[in-house]
């Protein structure tokens, strides 16, 4: 059976994960009710568990549809994050391939120097072999040096190259999809919200005798770094 929000779903009162089940109404007989239970009321013993009550499967993710709904089709917030993130790679992209070009101008600094340095000896008695070899070594290892920072910088810009291209892929998706979301499959839905969320935890309020659901919303493209 699959659940929408299975994997994501926590406890707000011990931390455990909550698992859907379905669970027989003894009162009604043959009336069969799902629900999302907290892992710790899988203890026998009543001081092991932490007290959450169970919430309907429906209602969560009813509510929770509805969030991920929102987000793509009138949520400002999440188009403003995904306009400022692609400022931002714009940005370091153009700082990277400065440094680019600061390192490639260095190097042929250094190539014209150890080529001077070898003409040097050859027109002249006054420097030496031994001078010679050490200039040309010291060269160069700081070619090897720069080489080496270049080439980070280099992969670096790559990986910027390739988040860009996964957020406008993204970006296009979210967008495709958005006048179709009513039609989704179960599998479909799950996979969006997996996408959308990255934890909710639910929580009991004794006093307003209502359910809080702190939702934290991750952009897929965002999450190996944020």
């Known amino acids: 059976r699959l659940y929408l929000v299975g994997g994501l779903l926590f406890c ?15 009162r009604r007989g043959d ?3 799902r629900t999302y239970f907290c892992a710790s009321g899988i203890y026998p ?25 929102k987000l793509l089709t009138d949520s400002d917030k999440l188009w403003a994050a995904v ?9 370091n992209d153009l700082i990277t391939e400065d440094e680019l070009k600061t390192y490639d101008r260095r190097l042929r600094q250094l ?7 070898l003409s040097l000896y050859g027109k002249s008695e006054i420097i030496t072999i031994e001078e010679v070899e050490q200039k040309v070594g010291e060269i160069k ?3 090897a ?12 810009k790559g990986d910027l190259e390739e988040k860009k291209r996964r957020l406008d892929e993204a970006v296009k998706h979210f967008k495709s999809i958005r006048s179709r979301l009513d039609d989704f499959s179960p599998e479909e839905r799950k996979k ?13 309020d004794d006093q307003t005798q209502e359910y809080k659901l702190d939702v934290e919303v991750q952009i897929p493209i965002f999450q190996d770094e944020e």
């Open 141 to 143: 290892a700081e070619i």
């Open 145 to 156: 040096e720069v080489s080496a920072d270049r080439q980070k910088h280099l992969g670096a």
């Open 12 to 26: 707000g009162r011990c931390g455990r994960r909550m698992y859907g089940r379905v669970k027989r109404d003894k």
């Open 31 to 33: 009336y069969w009710w």
């Open 111 to 117: 190539e014209a120097e150890k080529s001077r340095v």
């Open 45 to 69: 013993r009543e001081d092991k568990r932490c007290g959450l009550r169970s919430v309907s499967v429906p209602k969560i993710e009813s509510f929770v549809w509805s969030l991920a709904k």
């Open 192 to 204: 969006l919200v997996d996408l959308l969320f990255s934890r909710l935890t639910l929580n009991w």
């Open 83 to 91: 306009k400022a993130r692609h400022m931002d790679i714009s940005a």
